[in-house]
């Protein structure tokens, strides 16, 4: 009864049950008998029964991303109805029937004036002008990103990973009337999985990212060189530390490299070293012309700030913050590079010690502030009950107060447990749009980048490029047709066990419920003993359903893996509660098979890593050896698997 009352409430949250029809529903194409002629009132008919009279046009001196936007909308609309429109270019005479892509002599022929340098780099026009459709943008991003929009919008296309699409099938291809102009509302979009480092995945979804395999016929990305944490990569301590130790911070009456918060930094008032680290900007700005981002920003860690009397009293002057000190140094490198480089910034961190804001000091035009969050994931950034929010909504306004040129950097996932159950999907959305209601610029999602998997990796990475793009998308909608084509058969229970989470985070206990991205604790409190044990019934009913499906149930089985890493963690006081095979095989026989399913599950899926990189015991042979059960498998001890 457990299992079909879960079920049944989710619906109350809305991600689950997963709809048969839903992809059907966005399909956005006209069954009607034959049409007369491709021109169809309000919009177009571009093919019947695999032939169009339709081609794309592209211009004579199109750029990469718009020979890619042509043959793109070629591949796709080929997929879809059968029929392969021919590309010309622009250079032929206007046909009776076009579809005109990007800047074109073509355009004035059909009575169409556009704004293109209102569009910027990545905006577009959608338009039907009967019998023609015209998608046009600019050259370096617009154009592809139009056709995308077409596909996606009005054609009911989805590639929700690099693998798994949703390419709807027709006999008579229908679009509607169409007048769409989109610019982004981010300049900057980055999801930091390792699914949406691939290029074509990347572009298709419309993201810029800077470090995905975007190349010039995806219309490149945002290049950052170098990417943060780039203190000791300016100035190295190695050959400046011996020469000149002045350069670095002083920390308890000691210049040094290793404070009491491991790496320290720099010391960001001395006149020599600014000097220097001006020199080496440049220098980078020359070595790396394609770089329109230049990192100036502190090393990673929780502190390791200078404590010299002039950096002491910059400090105290801007109402004793950390932040003071680097906007001052930031400053001067953004000051020498303005004149000569007009189209570069210099980026650094409102992250950790440096989050509060100075009092009064402001960076240049040509300086971009990246704030970051690190809060609470359990209750959005809006949400003024949840005290632990309140930092983090300061700092955007306090920041805000000195410049309007502001980047985020958003955590989604948890660093420390990459596995673990952890159930944010109903933040994602509402702090998105709180960040860009605010005037965010550009936002970096990190999830799991250096490992290939982790709680929910593929959904979040799918839904949060749909948010970077559209801020105001449907999440319950965007979340459950990705289940329907990922999950198949089995987006029903997963629906409902996502469902079961969100409803233990979103509730009201605002004391025990704040969801860090840096919890330490595997005994999470909205992982009650009912939880989950209705989360492992759920996913033994996804199994069933998609038994006969192996790459879907590989799928089912990595996404079990976050409740199967509880259940091996905490396997002593658990056993009982989430394995019936435990009333009845000794211990050691039920565990020995409870840890090998999960060691097995995950070497199939990939996943090779338990946490952040570079953090203790992050790797699965770590794991197994936190286990008791040796780098063999050897017999585990009872009690051993107690974790942190």
Same mark, same amino acid.
């Given at each position: 009864m457990a299992l079909v009352t879960t079920l049944s409430m989710s619906l109350l949250v809305g991600f689950g049950p997963a709809s048969a029809t839903e992809l059907k529903e966005q399909e956005h194409v006209v069954r009607d008998p034959s049409p007369a002629s491709p021109v169809a009132a309000p919009g177009l008919f571009l093919a019947d029964h695999g032939v169009s009279a339709y081609r794309n046009a592209i211009s004579q001196s199109a750029s990469p991303s718009e020979q890619r936007a042509a043959t793109e909308l070629q591949t796709f609309l080929e997929q879809i109805c059968g029929a392969r429109l021919l590309i010309i270019r622009d250079d032929q005479p206007l046909g009776e029937h076009e579809i005109i892509l990007g800047d074109n002599a073509h355009l004035p022929a059909v009575g169409v004036d556009i704004d293109f340098a209102s569009l910027g780099d990545e905006g577009f026009v959608l338009r039907v002008v009967a019998p023609h459709l015209v998608i046009a943008g600019s050259r370096v991003r617009g154009t592809l990103y139009g056709v995308y929009a077409l596909l996606e919008e009005h054609l009911g296309c989805r590639w929700f990973t690099p693998t798994v699409s949703h390419i709807p099938r027709v006999q008579r291809l229908h679009v509607n009337a169409i007048n769409d102009r989109q610019v982004p509302q981010l300049e900057y979009r980055e999801v930091f999985f390792v699914t949406a480092r691939d290029g074509d995945w990347a572009a298709r979804n419309r993201l810029n990212s800077s470090m995905a395999h975007l190349t010039d016929e995806h219309g490149g990305r945002i290049n950052y060189y170098p990417f943060v944490h780039s203190f000791f990569t300016l100035i190295p301590p190695d050959p400046y530390f011996h020469s000149h130790p002045e350069w670095f911070s002083l920390v308890d009456g000691q210049r040094t490299l290793v404070g009491r918060y491991k790496r320290t930094q720099l010391c960001l008032t001395n006149e020599q070293m600014i000097q220097q680290a001006i020199k080496t900007v440049q220098q980078w700005i020359h070595d790396h012309p394609e770089a329109r981002i230049i990192s100036v920003s502190q090393n990673d860690g929780p502190g390791g700030w200078c404590e010299c009397d002039h950096c002491v009293a910059l400090e105290q002057r801007e109402g004793g913050a950390h932040s003071a000190?680097?906007?001052?140094?930031?400053? $001067?490198? @953004?000051?020498?590079?303005?004149?000569?480089? =007009? %189209? /570069?910034? &210099?980026?650094?961190?409102?992250?950790?010690?440096? $989050?509060? @804001?100075?009092?009064?000091?402001?960076?240049? =035009? %040509? /300086?971009? &502030?990246?704030?970051?969050?690190?809060?609470?994931?359990?209750?959005?950034?809006?949400?003024?009950?949840?005290?632990? %929010?309140?930092?983090?909504?300061?700092?955007?306004?306090?920041?805000?107060?000195?410049?309007?040129?502001?980047?985020?950097?958003?955590?989604v996932v948890n660093f420390r447990q990459y596995l673990l159950p952890f159930p944010n999907l109903g933040t994602l959305g509402p702090n998105l749009r709180f960040l860009v209601d605010h005037g965010v610029r550009g936002i970096f999602e990190q999830g799991s980048g250096d490992v290939l998997d982790s709680d929910m990796a593929p959904l979040k990475a799918y839904l949060l490029a749909k948010l970077l793009c559209n801020p105001d998308c449907d999440v319950r909608r965007v979340v459950r047709e990705f289940l329907a084509a990922y999950y198949g058969a089995a987006a029903e229970p997963i629906g409902a066990?996502?469902?079961?989470?969100?409803?233990?985070?979103?509730?009201?206990?605002?004391?025990?419920?704040?969801?860090?991205?840096?919890?330490?604790?595997?005994?999470?409190?909205?992982?009650?003993?009912?939880?989950?044990?209705?989360?492992?019934?759920?996913?033994?009913?996804?199994?069933?359903?998609?038994?006969?499906?192996?790459d879907r149930l590989l799928r089912v089985q990595t996404a079990r893996l976050g409740l199967d890493y509880v259940k091996v963690a905490l396997a002593a006081r658990l056993k009982a509660l989430l394995d019936a095979d435990a009333q009845r095989l000794p211990w050691d026989s039920w565990y020995q098979r409870a840890t090998d399913a999960f060691f097995a599950t995950a070497q199939r899926a990939g996943i090779t890593h338990m946490r952040e990189a570079g953090r203790p015991q992050s790797s699965m042979a770590d794991f197994r050896l936190h286990l008791g059960l040796g780098p063999c498998g050897s017999k585990p001890t009872q009690g051993a698997a107690e974790s942190d």
């Amino acid at each position: 009864m457990a299992l079909v009352t879960t079920l049944s409430m989710s619906l109350l949250v809305g991600f689950g049950p997963a709809s048969a029809t839903e992809l059907k529903e966005q399909e956005h194409v006209v069954r009607d008998p034959s049409p007369a002629s491709p021109v169809a009132a309000p919009g177009l008919f571009l093919a019947d029964h695999g032939v169009s009279a339709y081609r794309n046009a592209i211009s004579q001196s199109a750029s990469p991303s718009e020979q890619r936007a042509a043959t793109e909308l070629q591949t796709f609309l080929e997929q879809i109805c059968g029929a392969r429109l021919l590309i010309i270019r622009d250079d032929q005479p206007l046909g009776e029937h076009e579809i005109i892509l990007g800047d074109n002599a073509h355009l004035p022929a059909v009575g169409v004036d556009i704004d293109f340098a209102s569009l910027g780099d990545e905006g577009f026009v959608l338009r039907v002008v009967a019998p023609h459709l015209v998608i046009a943008g600019s050259r370096v991003r617009g154009t592809l990103y139009g056709v995308y929009a077409l596909l996606e919008e009005h054609l009911g296309c989805r590639w929700f990973t690099p693998t798994v699409s949703h390419i709807p099938r027709v006999q008579r291809l229908h679009v509607n009337a169409i007048n769409d102009r989109q610019v982004p509302q981010l300049e900057y979009r980055e999801v930091f999985f390792v699914t949406a480092r691939d290029g074509d995945w990347a572009a298709r979804n419309r993201l810029n990212s800077s470090m995905a395999h975007l190349t010039d016929e995806h219309g490149g990305r945002i290049n950052y060189y170098p990417f943060v944490h780039s203190f000791f990569t300016l100035i190295p301590p190695d050959p400046y530390f011996h020469s000149h130790p002045e350069w670095f911070s002083l920390v308890d009456g000691q210049r040094t490299l290793v404070g009491r918060y491991k790496r320290t930094q720099l010391c960001l008032t001395n006149e020599q070293m600014i000097q220097q680290a001006i020199k080496t900007v440049q220098q980078w700005i020359h070595d790396h012309p394609e770089a329109r981002i230049i990192s100036v920003s502190q090393n990673d860690g929780p502190g390791g700030w200078c404590e010299c009397d002039h950096c002491v009293a910059l400090e105290q002057r801007e109402g004793g913050a950390h932040s003071a000190p680097i906007i001052h140094f930031v400053n $001067r490198i @953004a000051a020498a590079i303005a004149d000569q480089h =007009p %189209n /570069v910034a &210099i980026d650094t961190l409102a992250y950790s010690y440096s $989050r509060q @804001a100075p009092k009064t000091l402001k960076p240049r =035009p %040509n /300086v971009i &502030i990246r704030l970051t969050t690190g809060a609470c994931c359990s209750h959005t950034i809006a949400d003024e009950k949840c005290a632990d %929010n309140a930092d983090l909504r300061g700092a955007i306004r306090d920041w805000f107060r000195l410049t309007d040129r502001i980047y985020v950097w958003d955590y989604v996932v948890n660093f420390r447990q990459y596995l673990l159950p952890f159930p944010n999907l109903g933040t994602l959305g509402p702090n998105l749009r709180f960040l860009v209601d605010h005037g965010v610029r550009g936002i970096f999602e990190q999830g799991s980048g250096d490992v290939l998997d982790s709680d929910m990796a593929p959904l979040k990475a799918y839904l949060l490029a749909k948010l970077l793009c559209n801020p105001d998308c449907d999440v319950r909608r965007v979340v459950r047709e990705f289940l329907a084509a990922y999950y198949g058969a089995a987006a029903e229970p997963i629906g409902a066990y996502l469902d079961l989470l969100q409803r233990e985070v979103e509730g009201d206990d605002y004391r025990r419920l704040h969801m860090s991205p840096f919890e330490p604790s595997i005994e999470a409190p909205y992982l009650t003993p009912d939880v989950l044990a209705n989360a492992m019934r759920l996913f033994d009913e996804a199994e069933r359903l998609v038994a006969d499906d192996p790459d879907r149930l590989l799928r089912v089985q990595t996404a079990r893996l976050g409740l199967d890493y509880v259940k091996v963690a905490l396997a002593a006081r658990l056993k009982a509660l989430l394995d019936a095979d435990a009333q009845r095989l000794p211990w050691d026989s039920w565990y020995q098979r409870a840890t090998d399913a999960f060691f097995a599950t995950a070497q199939r899926a990939g996943i090779t890593h338990m946490r952040e990189a570079g953090r203790p015991q992050s790797s699965m042979a770590d794991f197994r050896l936190h286990l008791g059960l040796g780098p063999c498998g050897s017999k585990p001890t009872q009690g051993a698997a107690e974790s942190d």
